[in-house]
């Protein structure tokens, strides 16, 4: 059975960073293609980034020089290093295993809340 | 502003047929496949629908999808209580070298 854990999130404020971690079993991170999508309040799912199997890392323009995301082979765990937090940062965010020819997410975790606020 | 175009709300009575339509361009819909997810409050977004009609295991036939030059959509038959949840689609678009997805749809069954 493939299980997303995302953990992390919390209330930061304007300015502030925080260390999203997306802990995978029944899937092989460093195998896989991976990516975060985030939803606003009341908003629509808002993809952010994805990372390939071999590397090369993408990003959406509203988070690109802000958002890093990377991956630990050996803990088999996704992380989205998130700096320069905005109010508009603040969402659920889920992270999924990529999948088929234009980025379908097959699997998703249950998403973990970000909240900048002062 | 979505890249790509759904309308905010469709309704249905149950037992019958409803379609969301997803409008693009070239660089995302024309060009590449178009996934549709389903999302209720609270819970993990689900893939229905991706590349040309694949659907995952435990996805229904009464889920299926088409697609006509910039534009995509998702159709549902025999509608379910169980089906009121808000739907997405999405795809990769070439040119912002992005995933894009559309505004969502709230699909009420009446």
């Known amino acids: 059975e493939v299980q997303l854990v995302e953990s992390g999130g919390g209330l930061v404020q304007p300015g502030g960073s925080l260390r999203l971690s997306c802990a995978a079993s029944?899937?092989?991170?460093?195998?896989?293609?991976m990516g975060w999508v985030r939803q606003a309040p009341g908003k629509g799912l808002e993809w952010v980034s994805v990372?390939?199997?071999?590397?090369?890392?993408l990003y959406a323009d509203s988070v690109r020089g802000r958002f890093t995301v990377s991956r630990d082979n050996s803990k088999n765990t996704l992380y989205l290093q998130m700096n320069s937090l905005r109010a508009e940062d603040t969402a659920v965010y889920y992270c999924?295993?990529?999948?088929?020819?234009?980025?379908?997410?097959?699997?998703w975790g249950q998403g973990t809340l970000v909240t900048v606020s002062s | 502003q979505s890249v790509l175009t759904q309308p905010p709300s469709v309704s249905a009575a149950p037992g019958q047929r409803v379609t969301i339509s997803c409008s693009g361009s070239?660089?995302?819909?024309?060009?590449?496949?178009v996934s549709w997810y389903q999302h209720l409050p609270g819970t993990a977004p689900k893939l229905l629908i991706y590349?040309?009609?694949k659907r995952p295991s435990g996805i229904p036939d009464r889920f299926s999808d088409s697609k006509s030059g910039t534009s995509a959509t998702l159709g549902i038959t025999g509608l379910q209580t169980g089906d009121e949840a808000h739907y997405y689609c999405?795809?990769?678009?070439?040119?912002?070298?992005?995933?894009?997805f559309g505004g969502g749809t709230k699909l009420t069954v009446l």
């Open positions: 999405g795809t990769w678009d070439s040119s912002l070298s992005a995933v894009v």
């Open positions: 029944g899937i092989t991170v460093s195998r896989d293609y």
């Open positions: 070239s660089s995302n819909i024309g060009n590449n496949y």
């Open positions: 590349d040309n009609n």
């Open positions: 999924a295993r990529g999948t088929g020819s234009s980025w379908s997410f097959d699997f």
């Open positions: 990372i390939y199997v071999s590397g090369p890392t």
